[in-house]
T-cell receptor, first 121, second 112 residues
Framework: DAGITQSPRHKVTETGTPVTLRCHQT?????MYWYRQDPGHGLRLIHYSYGVKDTDKGEVSDGYSVSRSKTEDFLLTLESATSSQTSVYFC????????????????????FGPGTRLTVL | QKEVEQNSGPLSVPEGAIASLNCTYS??????FFWYRQYSGKSPELIMS????GDKEDGRFTAQLNKASQYVSLLIRDSQPSDSATYLCAVNSMEYGNKLVFGAGTILRVKS
């Protein structure tokens, strides 16, 4: 998984409780992303970060917040979890956010972590 | 209209056959196109990336891009049962700050 870990891998929580998911990378990539994956919807971008303390919203950001205080860590917080946030959450990283070829690498290629399965009862 | 569309399948092919997976996208200025493979319960794994019109081959996989028709495809030659998975098409979209938009995926089943 390209030096990406996610914690916890599984979590069951109750409606209204706060939840924080952590993504940790050892690749020193600048860009980090949080997606959720639901049946019939594919992967949808929640938030992304383009540097320490630099974040922006994605397609489905309502109800979620993020923080990035270090290059290697990107946190996703559900301030008050709802049943509609039951999903599988994936973190991804990329060297850059724009199509660019550096040697034989495409620097905007995203690599995914193992995922976190979250159930909100 | 969805940004990236894929037939959900399942697409069933016999072992050894060519599997053809298709994807259409709506953003005419998209520049980056990716195919990911995802096994059940696992994370997406990059198979191919393509940026220019035409074909790009890597082992048994060939990605084809036609920007005029806004169409990208993935061919898998000599399909194996281990290729059975969901294949996700991803395209960068200016609407979302040049970030990737994913299709819902096509389920491929290779029967031995």
């Amino acid at each position: 998984d390209a030096g990406i870990t996610q914690s916890p891998r599984h979590k069951v929580t109750e409606t209204g409780t706060p939840v924080t998911l952590r993504c940790h990378q050892t690749e020193n990539h600048r860009y980090m992303y949080w997606y959720r994956q639901d049946p019939g919807h594919g992967l949808r971008l929640i938030h992304y970060s383009y540097g320490v303390k630099d974040t922006d919203k994605g397609e489905v950001s309502d109800g979620y917040s993020v923080s990035r205080s270090k290059t290697e860590d990107f946190l996703l917080t559900l301030e008050s979890a709802t049943s509609s946030q039951t999903s599988v959450y994936f973190c991804a990283i990329s060297e850059s956010g724009l199509p660019r070829v550096a040697g034989k690498r495409n620097t905007d290629t995203q690599y995914f972590g193992p995922g976190t399965r979250l159930t909100v009862l | 209209q969805k940004e990236v569309e894929q037939n959900s399948g399942p697409l069933s092919v016999p072992e050894g056959a060519i599997a053809s997976l298709n994807c259409t996208y709506s953003d005419r200025v998209s520049q980056s196109f990716f195919w990911y493979r995802q096994y059940s319960g696992k994370s997406p794994e990059l198979i191919m990336s393509i940026y220019s019109n035409g074909d790009k081959e890597d082992g048994r996989f060939t990605a084809q891009l036609n920007k005029a028709s806004q169409y990208v495809s993935l061919l898998i030659r000599d399909s194996q049962p281990s290729d059975s998975a969901t294949y996700l098409c991803a395209v960068n979209s200016m609407e979302y700050g040049n970030k990737l938009v994913f299709g819902a995926g096509t389920i491929l089943r290779v029967k031995s």
